[in-house]
């Protein structure tokens, strides 16, 4: 996809760097995790997805899940041509997660960008588990 880049493996140090000091991180990363994180377009292969996958658990890493929508992204098309993914994230260190236990990662509703914003509360009380 023109304009799109994955992460890659190699490109962890980097990842890493900037999430020594503060534990956690947030972004659009332009990679799905796994099958049920895309609908529609062509599929990755399944190799892809777990290189990303294994890279943030390499690096202590982990994807602090979900509510809401499923998707953080639209390709702002209809039909058949309609490609949905989650492509934001919050991520954190097992240290970060311990003492932010009650965070909720929360997928707004979109308005204008094609990416949903993202909150995270670190006070939340979880009424159900994140996807």
Known sequence: MAGRRMMRSGEHGTLREGLLS???GRGDLNQVKCAEE???GRM???AAMG???ECLTEIGLWDLGFYGYPFTWENKRVGGALIKERLDRFIANDP???T???CRVIHLEKE???HRPLVCDTQGEADEEPK
């Open 22 to 24: 503060s534990g956690r």
């Open 38 to 40: 895309k609908r529609g």
């Open 44 to 46: 990755m292969a399944d």
């Open 51 to 53: 290189e990303f996958d």
């Open 96 to 98: 970060w997660r311990e």
């Open 100 to 102: 932010m236990e009650n």
């Open 112 to 114: 204008r960008s094609d």
